[in-house]
Each structure stands twice: as C-alpha cells, then as structure tokens.
C-alpha cells in the first residue's frame, strides 16, 4: 500500500535554525547536491547554512531592508537576493561580498531568479513590472522590461526558455507562488484563496486543485514533494500540508500538526534527496526535516 | 610568449607582486573551504585570456602551475614601498595652494587666505585677496621726501593693522572695561575699618593676613576720575571750603568769642563727607509720614529691621536661595533647583552664618568664635525653646510653628469722617460748582470727566482746565490769538446761507431719513426711501435671502415705499419691540440704499450672476438610516455586482474554476535580442511578428532591427545608382520630367526634401577629396593620381613652380573629356576614378593607347558653349541632389574653363623653362585662333620649335610626365 501512493514527507524534525531574529522570508536549498541552504529575513541578512549539522556558515550583510527573495547561480559561486530595497543584490558567496547592485526598480522586489547559467536575473517587484538585468556586461539598464503585469509581481519562475511571473492581478486570486513542473507541461499556483491549483501549461486548464490549508494573506510557497509525486504547501497556522498530486486529497496525517508558531513563508523540498525539507516561518526558525533512518531504509 | 607577458605585466608592479599573490591566496583558501568543488583557476582567469590562450595553442590544463600565477590584482593595491620624497622640499608657487590641506591655509573669517608673503614664499596677493591691487603688493616707487618732510606723516601702528587688531585695539581702549571687577566701596571700607578701631584688625590679625594676599581691588572709574581730580578718600565732594565753612558744616560753628586757629584760617578744606540724601520712593497711597505695620507676610520674611519700616519701604526684596556658583549658570539661566546651593546655610534672618576661619569679624556679629573642624551641634537658644514650645500664656505652640519675637505692629486705623445725616451722594451738584466742567457738560456727555472712586486723578489739572481756563482764573487777559475757524472769515450772510442750507438737509426730503436717535423715540417711525430706489432695489441684490421670514419683510417694505399709497405699510412683528422694529427698518433703508442696482447705461454693462445655493436638508442629530436607504444601498450593490459580472465574464469563469481558454491571454511577447543571446534560444521571430506591431524601445528585437535595415539597404540601393545610370544632359536624378529648375522647391514638388531625409553618407574618400589639403593629397593618394592625372586637362593653377609638361595643345580637348567623364564616373569613387575621353570619340578609354585629340575650335567653340551650359545645369544638379561625387578637379575644370583669361598664361609662361616654351611654341603654332591670345614668342624660339612641328606629342611624354602639380611621388 505505502508504495502505491507518494513517498511520506520527511515530518521528524531535524534541526531548527533559530539564529534569524524576525520572519524569515525565504529559504532555498544550493544548488548542485544542495549541501547548504540559504536563507533570507526580515533582520536583513542572508544567512549561509549546513542543514545536516544545523550550523550557520556565514551571514551576508548589506541588506537595508527585509530580504524576500533569493536566487542561487548553478555553479553556487553567487546568489542574488532582493528586497525591501528596491535594488537586487548580487553576492560573491566565498567572500561574503557584495559584487554589484542593481537599481532600477520602483518598489521593493519580491522576486529574484537567476536563469540557467546565471547570465541574466530576472527581478519582479512590487512596481508591477519584471526586469531582466545581463550579469555578463556591465550595462545598468535592463535588457528588457516586462510590464505587462497591472499589479505586483510576487513570485517569479525562470526555465531555459520561459519565464513566468504571478502577480496580484487577474482573475485567479491573488497568486502568490508559480512553480512548474520538471517537463514544463503544467505548473503549480499557489493563490491567497486556499488553494493550489495545478493547471495545464498548454492551454490553461485546471488539472487538479488542492485544499485544506488556509492561505488568505500572505505570500507562502507551495512546491512539489519529492519526485513531483506530491504537492506540499505550508499554512497560515503553522501546518505543513501535503497532497497527492494525481488525486488532490490531502495525504495524512489530515490535518498535520502544527509545527511552527506562525505561518509558514517558504517551504521547499530538497531537490536531490527524497527524505529532506525545509520549512522558513514567520516566528523566526527554520526547520529542516527529515524521514527517520528506519522508514527510509 | 607567455612567459613574456607576465614577465612583462609584473616589472610594472614588481614592489607589489608578491602582497596581491598573497591576498589571492588567501581568498583562494577561503573559497575552497566552502567549495571545495569549485576550481580556483577558473574563476580566477579570466575566460577571455583562458581563451587566449588556447587560440595560441597552449594547454592551459597542463601549464596551470605556471597559469595560476595570475596578475590580476584583487583588492586596492598598497601605497608604493619607497617612501615619497621628504614633505618639507620646496615645492613651486602655483602648486601651493592646490595641495596644501585646507586646513593648514590659514584663513580669515571671511575666507580670504591669510598670511601671505613671508609665509608661502611671496607676496601672492591681489585683489581681492587682497592687498588692494590686482597686481597684488608693489613696492612704493621712492619718492624723495626731501622737499616736503614736514608733510611726511608718521607711520601709526594702525596703518598696519587689519579690521581684527584694529577691533581689538578699540575693545583695548573703551573707557570701562566691562570685564574688569571693581570694588566700589573699597576705600570706604578701608576708611571704616580705620575708623571703626585699629584694634579690631589688629585682633583678627590672620584675616588681614589673608585678605592682604588678595589682589587690591580696582575703583570704579568714577572713583578714578575723582582722584585724578584731587579727591582723597574720606572727603565729600565739592570745592573746597573755609575753616570756618567746615566748622558750620560739622555743626558746631565758631563761637564769636572762641580764639580761632591761625593757621587753620590760611588753609582751605575739603567738604565734609556727607552721605547724599536718598528719598525712598513712595509707592504707596498712605499719607505722608505713615508708617503702615508690617504685615504678617513681611515680619516672617523678616529680617526687616524697624528703620526699613519707617522709611515706609515695606519692600523687603527677597533674594532668593542663594544660587551654587559654578558652570552651567549664565545669566539668563533661570535658577532651578538643581542650582541651589544646598551646603548654603547663611539664610536670611537665621544665625546660622557659616565661619569661615578667614572671615572678617563682623562688628555686629554677636558671637565671633571661630570654628575650624567639625561644627558643633547648633545650640538651642532659650528662643527657640520659647518658640517652638509655649506662647507667653502657657498655651502650646501649634507644632511647625514659630513664636514671633517681634510683637505684630497692626496698622492704624483713623475714624471716618461723620457723614451728616441726610446727604445724599449728588456729583452733579459738584460739577455745577465749578462753570467750567458744567459747560463741558453740556457740550457732550463724552466730554464728562469720569468720577473715578478708585484712584484719584494725579494730574488733574492736565484735564480740568486749559491754558485759557487758568489764565481766567488768574485774570490774565487774554492774547490776541488768530481766528479758529473758517467761518471767523465768512461774513454774516453767508453764515445765515449755510445755516438755512443745513437746515433744509437735516429735514431735506431729498435724502432718506434715516432712523431717528434711539434714546428719543419710543414710537415706530417708518424711514422713507425714495420710489426709484426702492423699485430698484426690488429689482437689485436681495441681501436677506437666506432668512426667507426676513426677506420677505424686506421686500414688504420696499414695495411699501415704491407705491406709498397702495401697497400696506410694514408693520412690527408681535413681540417686536419699537426700538428693534426701528432698527430693522434702518437696515431696510441701508441695504436697499447699498444693493440697488447700478443703474441706465451701466446697468446694461453688468449681468448679475445667478447663483443657486444648493444646500442639503440637514437632519440635526445621529444620522439613522430609513428603510428606503438601505434599500437604495442595495440597489446600488445588486448593480455593482450585476455590472460586474457583465464586464468580466473571465472572473466568473475563474470563479467556477473553468479554467481554460475563458481565463488565458495569449499575447504575442518579443524578447529583446540580447535576452535570446542570453538564454541561448534562437530568435522565435527571425522576420518579425506578423501583424504586430514592433514592441516598445526596451524591448527592442533583433528582428525587427534587421528588417528595417534590411529595408533601409534596400531604400538606399536604387538611390546610390541613380547617378551612373543619369543621362547628362537630362540634368535630373530619378524623375527627370518632374524635377526641374521650374518646380524645384515649390509645393507641388514630391521629391521636396527627400534628398535631405534620405541623406547617406559619403565614403570617406570622398571627403578627403573634397576637404583634404593639396599636401596631404599628395601624400595619400600620389600613386593614384599618376594614373588619375593622365588624362586630365591641364590645370592653370596658381602653383607657378609646376612645370607643365603637357602640351599646350592639349588643353582643348582634354577638358571636355575630363568633365564628362567626371559625370559618367561619379558613382565610382576617387581611387578608380579613370577619366576618358570625348564621349563622342571613345566608349572606353585604355590608358596605354589613350592620345589626346585635337578640336577644330569652330567645333569646340560650340561644344564649349554646350558644355558650359551643360556644367551649370549640372552644378544645381549636385546641388539638388547631393549625391554626385564631387572633387576640386571638377571645380578646376569650371573655373579654367570660364577663366580662360591670357594674363594666366602669360605669367606661366614667363616662368616657364625654354623647353617648355618650345611645346607652347608649337601650340601657337598649331591653333593660331586659340583661345590663347597672347605675344608671338620670339624669333629664337620660333626656330627652335620649328623641327618638332611634324612629329605629333609623343605619348610617353605624356604619360611620363603628368601634367598638372608635381608630385613628391614623380620625383621618385
């Protein structure tokens, strides 16, 4: 029976990273094996960790205001982060160093992605619009806008050949997360209605939707479980909530326990292994988790 | 090579090689301990020199021991290891101020630089820096004061100083100097202490010793100035007086029968010191010489002594707590509590004096032991006992209270007056006493003096009486004073006139009576307003209409006074009291008076604005909503909603959940061409979107920019063939028929201003043809012109040196050749240019083979007429059209061609060699109608020619030698 559906989340605790003091806005896993995590708060750093051993690497300090986003280069050399700011930071991450800044937008920037050999980031802010900065020449403009979004722009996914960007507007409820599958054929919206919904990258249509969890205010992630055989979203509570992405019912236990004090900001899970997730919540840790040695053998 | 290259790089920077290694090798450790994975030579070279380097055919792999080795720097490289040269070397003028520190260029207040000269090695000041001139400081030219040395003034130290020494040397000067410290009364204690007892200082010996090491204090500078004038301290002021003055001043005069001092008698003495006269100011409104008793207040402020009392100054000014000297109080500070000295004891009134052990004994001071160490416990006096315990009768103090030790003196009381019975207060029978208020009585009742009960008048002389009044008391007669008034100078009759005429307009019906005085009547007395003013005012502003009840007596009333006979008069309201009712109509009166409308011709000028006042029905009180408005409420939201839903058929759908092509907007997004670069993606849009737009400038495409420059290309092509493939004499670029001289820059024309819009560039050779000097011609293209000059025609230039080497003969025919083929070839650019021959003669011209010909000048006559109207046609040409390649040669050609002046050539000929003249002997000789006019040559020459005459120019003659300028490249 066990494995007919998804494998089970990883829902003992591993470590709590604490040393964030206020939300923590972000979190994202390196890339490559993805040994470290990054993580990003409302204390205007960017901390550098090991997940495995729970220990903080490194702080990265230079933000003015809140971090909210945080993209890493393929070959981990650099990250970029943005934020209350309105400019997108770029970091040596040996060195700690900020290597440049890139003003230009408006409003504070909600969303960073690098894309594939970090040649370009694309940045998504609060002014509504997407801007695509070359990280190769030292142009300060940007190689091109994206204005066609009427409101802010809250998540950003940039593949090898799209980009996609959610927004406050249009007819769906706010969206807050856009994430799309490894074959680009459908992607995973995470909007401010309680519910995730799946649709069809082709034509629009709605595949699956995922309820449960309550996300009515603010922007929290949702992404898929390991293998994309589950969506995992965490919640306004402080729940991490999983469904089975083919059917759409919520995978027990229904409902999960509570395991942060505030809501849920960022969920993600880890890209190579199947038994490892990090959450980022508003009460200041992160979490990672871990299946237990004895399931996973 | 590589070798050589880095080698290269560090001699440049040998000093600093081995710290850059250093700071990369540390950063190299630091990164691989977080990355181990990531390789170090690969972010540390460059991709571009790795690049390089593999193009040259090294393995960068293998050489990395030697590649790592990198010299690039990272980080800010440190100051050079030799020290710079020693600060102290001189460096030059101009130089100083510029890297001098601001902060060690002394300066004024006002920013001027200060210390010039000696300091910064020369007087560099000047005008306004300054010392006055813009040439800054120049030496005095010596004049010779030998003649006028009276004259010569001496040099005051204030000459050389400046506003600051000159400040403060008025500060130095000021008569008082305000920071200084006197001591009024120091020689008046001195002499009180003299005179108090020798005794008492000797006693307090160590306090005179201390006070002996204090400075002396200063006089005041009255004390100053009176000792400079002979007062002594001790004496009284004044001129000095007799013996016997001073006697009577002392108080006890000489008695006649006392013997007198002879000596005494001989000497005059100084005044005796009396103590000037202080009369305490009275304010009070107690009676001269009254004492009023202290009050409790005074007596437990205390300290007053009985003698302040009688001297009525009940003012005991309380100083206040004594304030702790020290930082932080200036004067304006007020004193806080915090400032309070709290180690003071010496309270007013209270005998707790500290004692100081260099205290002076106070002669009134009743215990003068001296204390050094620790105070003994304050003893208590039988007073206090007294005070704090029981009053005199035995009776307990009421504790926190003290018995006063000083009986309470009460004030005085005087009886009243007896007020006789039956008197009545009556101030007008007083002021009847008196004629001079009582006519001012009845003059006005704002004329009354006020009877004031509080404070009496101090000065009532100042209003009861004038000047006048007083000299009538007096008796004295009074002076002959000009006349008051205007009408002192009108005769009788006028003044009966004037007053007949004030009295017709007091009663005058032509004014409107005004409402009558209120204290007179009682009874309504309606006010009359002339008809016309009240019809107009009817018609006018209505002043009232915000108050309807009001406006509509208002209009009662004028329509009363319009139509007097029948239109109801208007009466009081009830309740109105007539007084009100008076004013009301007064009001009436006025604004009828003021609103009525500008009337006639004016009139028509104004339109009175209509405003509407559009005023809400106020509720008083809590708004509550009635049934119809939440109904109306939801009305309005069905619509919304009703709205709503029709306009957004896309958010119904979404809220279904029909997700599909309902919610999905497709639009057609050009990604800019350096994004597709980026992402590595080929341009989806190669040719452009169809039936799209070009995006906006930030996004930009590739593709769109390749078309229009494809087009562009396009656009241009035909144009830049136009000019090979123009027939000459059409004298027009694309459309001949439509473009000429007639038409060119007139409305109908098309082609207006495409030859600007549609301008292209010319190739650079162009320019260079055009612009370049005749030396860096020769430089450039002297191989060209060689073959370039062969067929040219001669040029008569104004280089008289160039040896003409041509044939005179040639000249003719060359020029026709040589223009025409400017316009056949004017496509083609400079460095091919290849000139041919007539058209008529040739198609193509091969430079070996090519002779010039000959014209018969009948012929050529023609042509040349031809041939110039052609050019002029063909120079609006190039102007009109700006493409046809343009070169002096051409332009040459023009001017040689309309000059053809004699006196050119006879210069050229004067210079020229015999040999040459020999060729233009043959010219002469060959086309004796020429346009040539010039002297046969001489007989000589002539002969010599003579043998040459058959035999054609020979062709390697002129290919040889080429006409026109010599070049540098000929002599080669």
């Keep these: 029976m066990s494995f007919r559906g998804p494998p089970p989340l990883p829902r003992s605790l591993h470590t709590t990273l604490s040393t964030h003091t206020g939300p923590v806005h972000v979190a994202r896993y390196a890339k490559g094996a993805a040994k470290y995590l990054l993580t990003g708060g409302q204390d205007r750093t960017i901390r550098l960790w090991n997940p495995n051993l729970g220990t903080e690497i490194k702080v990265y300090k230079g933000h003015g205001y809140e971090v909210l986003s945080i993209t890493i280069s393929p070959d981990n050399a650099k990250i970029a982060s943005s934020g209350g700011d309105r400019s997108v930071f770029l970091w040596d991450v040996a060195t700690g160093n900020a290597i440049r800044r890139i003003p230009g937008h408006l409003a504070r920037i909600n969303a960073v992605e690098f894309n594939e050999d970090a040649s370009v980031v694309a940045s998504g802010s609060y002014d509504s619009t997407v801007k695509l900065w070359d990280l190769r020449a030292q142009n300060r403009q940007p190689i091109q806008t994206l204005d066609e979004a009427r409101d802010a722009i809250q998540t950003l996914f940039v593949g090898s050949t799209c980009i996609m960007s959610g927004s406050v507007d249009g007819h769906v409820h706010p969206v807050t997360s856009v994430l799309p599958t490894s074959d680009a054929q459908t992607y995973l919206i995470q909007s401010l209605n309680s519910t995730i919904i799946l649709m069809d990258a082709e034509n629009g249509k709605l595949l699956n939707s995922f309820k449960g969890h309550t996300n009515n205010l603010y922007r929290s992630r949702a992404c898929f479980g390991h293998a994309e055989a589950s969506v995992i979203s965490g919640d306004e509570d402080g729940r991490i909530w999983a469904w089975d992405l083919v059917e759409g019912s919520p995978l027990a236990p229904n409902p999960p326990p509570k395991v942060h004090d505030k809501l849920i900001t960022w969920i993600e899970h880890h890209p190579k292994e199947g038994n490892e997730m990090v959450t980022a919540s508003s009460d200041g840790t992160v979490k990672v988790w871990k299946t237990p040695d004895n399931t996973d053998s | ?972």
């Design chain 2, 1 to 972: 090579m590589i070798a050589h290259i880095l080698s290269y790089t560090f001699s440049a920077d040998r000093d600093r090689q081995s710290i850059a290694n250093l700071c990369i090798s540390d950063a190299l450790i630091s990164a691989q301990k977080h990355f181990p994975q990531s390789s170090p030579i690969n972010r540390i070279m460059t991709t571009k020199l790795k690049r390089k380097l593999e193009n040259i055919g090294i393995d960068v792999r293998s050489n990395s021991t030697r590649l790592t080795e990198n010299f690039c720097l990272i980080g800010t490289p440190l100051p050079p290891l030799e020290k710079s040269k020693d600060t102290g070397e001189f460096v030059p003028l101009w130089k100083q101020d510029v890297f001098l520190p601001l902060t060690l260029v002394v300066r004024d207040e006002k920013g001027r630089r200060r210390l010039h000269g000696a300091f910064t090695g020369g007087f560099s000041a000047g005008y306004f820096n300054t010392v006055g001139s813009k040439e800054g400081w120049t030496p005095a030219t010596f004049i010779s004061s030998r003649a006028d040395r009276a004259k010569a003034k001496q040099a005051r130290p204030e000459d050389f100083m400046d506003e600051e020494d000159i400040a403060e040397l008025k500060e130095s000067r000021k008569l008082v100097d305000t920071t200084e410290e006197h001591d009024m009364f120091a020689d008046t204690r001195a002499e009180l202490a003299s005179r108090g007892g020798g005794a008492g200082a000797e006693k307090d010996s160590m306090a005179a010793t201390l006070q002996s090491l204090l400075p002396a204090a200063k006089d005041s500078i009255g004390a100053r100035l009176l000792k400079k004038m002979g007062w002594k301290a001790g004496q009284g002021i004044g001129p000095r007086i007799t013996y016997q003055q001073l006697r009577a001043q002392e108080g006890n005069p000489i008695q006649p029968n006392e013997p007198i001092d002879e000596e005494a008698t001989k000497h005059l003495y100084a005044p005796r010191d009396t103590r000037v006269a202080f009369i305490p100011k009275k304010d009070n409104s107690f009676g001269l010489g009254y004492a009023p008793g202290d009050g409790l207040t005074n007596l437990v402020h205390g300290g007053a002594g009985s003698g302040a009392r009688g001297s009525g100054a009940g003012i005991n000014v309380e100083s206040g707590p004594n304030i702790s000297a020290g930082f932080g109080l200036g004067a304006l500070n007020e004193a806080e509590d915090d400032d309070i000295d709290v180690y003071d004891r010496s309270g007013g009134g209270s005998k707790m004096h500290r004692h100081m052990a260099y205290d002076a004994g106070e002669e009134d001071e009743t215990d003068d032991h001296i204390v050094i160490g620790p105070r003994f416990p304050a003893k208590p006096t039988s007073q206090n006992v007294v005070g704090s315990g029981t009053f005199k009768d035995g009776r307990p103090v009421a504790s926190g209270f003290v018995v006063s030790e000083v009986p309470l003196i009460e004030n005085r009381w005087f009886p009243l007056p007896e007020i006789p019975k039956g008197w009545v207060p009556d101030p007008r029978r007083v002021w009847a006493k008196d004629p001079s208020t009582a006519t001012k009585q009845e003059g006005g009742p704002s004329n009354l003096p006020l009877p004031s009960s509080g404070a009496p008048d101090r000065r009532p002389w100042i209003k009861s009486k004038t000047a006048d009044e007083r000299g009538a008391m007096l008796g004295e007669t009074p002076l002959p004073s000009a006349p008051r008034s205007v009408f002192d100078y009108l005769s009788q009759k006028d003044k009966d006139r004037l007053k007949n005429m004030g009295a017709s307009i007091a009663s005058g019906t032509a004014f409107p009576k005004t409402a009558p005085q209120p204290q007179m009547n009682s009874s309504v007395d309606i006010p009359t307003l002339t008809p016309q003013i009240a019809q107009a005012a009817m018609k006018g502003f209505q002043p009232f209409s915000k108050d309807p009840e009001k406006h509509a007596r208002y209009t009662v009333y004028l329509q009363s006074q319009s139509t007097p006979d029948t239109a109801p008069a208007l009466r009081p309201m009830p309740g109105q009291s007539p007084d009100e009712f008076n004013k009301e109509l007064a009001d009436y009166v006025k604004s009828a008076q003021i609103f009525k409308p500008v009337s006639g011709a004016m009139a028509s000028r104004f339109a009175s604005s209509a405003t509407v006042e559009v005023v809400g029905v106020q509720h008083p009180g809590l708004y509550q909503p009635t049934q119809e408005d939440y109904a109306k409420i939801d009305v309005a939201k069905n619509e919304d909603k009703k709205k709503e839903e029709e306009e957004d058929p896309k958010k119904h759908a979404a809220r279904l959940n029909m997700f599909g092509h309902l919610t999905r907007e497709e639009k057609v997004w050009l990604p800019a061409r350096l994004l597709l670069k980026r992402f590595g993606v080929r341009d989806p849009y190669p040719d452009g979107v169809p039936g799209e737009e070009p995006p906006t400038s930030s996004a930009s495409t590739s593709a769109a920019k390749n078309d229009a420059w494809q087009t562009e290309v396009l656009k241009v092509a035909p144009e830049l063939t136009i000019p090979s493939s123009t027939d000459i004499t059409s004298g027009s670029s694309s459309k001949p028929l439509q473009r000429d001289l007639a038409n060119i820059g007139l409305g109908d024309d098309e082609e207006q201003g495409k030859d600007t819009l549609t301008y292209e560039r010319p190739a650079m050779d162009i320019f260079k043809a055009i612009f370049a000097s005749d030396d860096e011609d020769s430089e450039d293209d002297g191989d060209e012109e060689e073959v370039v000059v062969k067929g040219k025609e001669e040029p008569i230039g104004d280089n008289d040196e160039e040896p003409l080497t041509e044939p005179p003969a040639a000249t003719s025919a060359p020029p026709i050749s040589q223009h025409l083929a400017t316009t056949t070839t004017t496509t083609t650019s400079l460095t091919t240019y290849e000139p041919a021959v007539n058209k008529e003669n040739t198609g193509k011209v091969d430079l070996s083979t090519f002779k010039p010909t000959f014209v018969p000048l009948s012929e050529r006559g023609d042509k040349k007429r031809g041939e110039d109207k052609e050019r002029r046609d063909k120079k609006t040409n190039k102007k009109k059209k700006g493409k046809i390649v343009v070169s002096f040669d051409v332009e040459e050609d023009g001017n040689e061609a309309s000059l053809g002046s004699p006196t050119v050539v006879k210069s050229h000929k004067k210079e020229r060699p015999p040999k040459r003249i020999k060729d233009k002997a043959v010219d002469a000789e060959l086309e004796d109608e020429s346009m040539w006019v010039e002297k046969p040559p001489p007989e000589v020459v002539k002969d010599l020619v003579l043998p040459m005459l058959t035999d054609p120019v020979p062709e390697d003659i002129t290919s040889t030698h080429p006409r026109g300028r010599k070049r540098a490249v000929d002599f080669i």
